[in-house]
């Protein structure tokens, strides 16, 4: 887990799952390019907002 971040630093792709942690750790290149407006591009072509996947979190979190 990334010592230097906290759970909520790292993004996820809500399609293919794939994380930015190696990217935030320092060990490889992120998975994710800003295309602009907040959105991002994951290497399998999903566009997702940050806003979107935070919003999900918390509410996947509430129905535990």
Known sequence: MC???YPD?????????????AYLLGEADSPFVEVGSG????L???TFSRVEQ???????????
């Open 9 to 21: 630093d790292i993004m996820v792709c809500p399609s293919c799952k794939r994380d930015d942690e």
């Open 39 to 42: 959105m991002f591009r994951c």
């Open 44 to 46: 399998c072509g999903e």
């Open 54 to 64: 935070s919003q999900n979190e918390v509410t996947a979190g509430q129905n535990i």
């Open 3 to 5: 010592g230097n971040c």
